[in-house]
């Protein structure tokens, strides 16, 4: 089953803005970043705007809350924002359909799982068919994700129900009075609906050195330019805060400020920032293989166009 036509919509009503003169950023040392409000996609950026990266870089940082991937591509390539949190499901498609966009450094390890409420009877992926999962939204990263799980197993997609309710907080009275068997969560979700007396268990690895299939190879956060700042004076400082967010990330001594920086960018309860800190640690690598950004082209063209991998070359800014 092919996904996301809203995608191509998007992109293409970007395409119209940028053609009509709605594009354009200032060249005076400012920088404008769409980013997922609240979310741990955003986790670099925020760092580096917490911890004066950018200031140090001489850089002039606004970030721009999105409501979701398209909208933020969309940002992007119409000239709203210099740089965009992205997603696979949102960049690969956007460079097939010839957008000059290129990714940047940390790449985010995808940091999702399948995770079911304490009366689903499911155990294991092999238990999905026939159950409801609820999801952000239709056609996005999270129900990519779970198509990928299911085709790796040779399970038919069709058989599953997806559920869409976004944000996390509309999911909680669904598995509360029993709507949903199952939610697509990140660590911070997860944590969130334990705060709320839910417990959820997951059923995927989000660890992606000790996980299998696309949860091992998959990027849940790619964050990307336009060829034209990539050619800013800006470009370099841009890499090297984001670049150093990704060193304060996994830097055992920042644990503390972490998980406070999680409560309070990310809703995530006290008593649970410290765990879903150490969840980040390891998912935010600086380089990623050619290889690794080929699975991901052809992870999404699996679940939407079907196009060739050799259509999105790797060709990062940093």
Known sequence: MKLRPFVGTVIAAALLLSACGGGGRPNDGSVAIGVYPASALSLPVYVAVQQGMFDKEGLHVELIDGKNGPELISGLIGGTTD??????????????????????????????????????????????????????????????????????????????????????????????????????????????FDAQGIPMTAITEVDPVASDGVSSYGLGTVLVTTATFAESDAAAPVCAALEAAAGWIADPANEQAGAQLLTERMNVPADKANQVWASQKSLWPVQISADRWTQNVRWVNNQTSGKSDADVPFDPLC
Not at 124 to 135: F, H, M, N, V, Y
Request: net charge negative.
């Open 83 to 192: 740089l965009a949190v992205g997603a696979p499901g949102t960049v690969v498609p956007a460079i097939e359909q010839g957008q000059s966009l290129r990714p940047l450094s940390p790449y985010g390890s995808i940091d999702l799982a399948i995770a079911v409420t304490k009366d689903s009877g499911i155990t294991t992926i092999e238990d999905l068919p026939g159950k409801r999962i609820a999801i952000p939204s239709r056609g996005g990263a999270a129900e990519q994700f779970v198509n990928q799980l299911l085709g790796e197993r040779n399970i038919d997609a069709s058989t599953v129900q997806f559920i869409a309710a976004a944000p996390t907080a509309s999911q909680i009275p669904l598995a509360r009075k029993g709507d949903i068997d199952a939610a697509v969560l990140t660590a911070a979700s997860q944590a969130v």
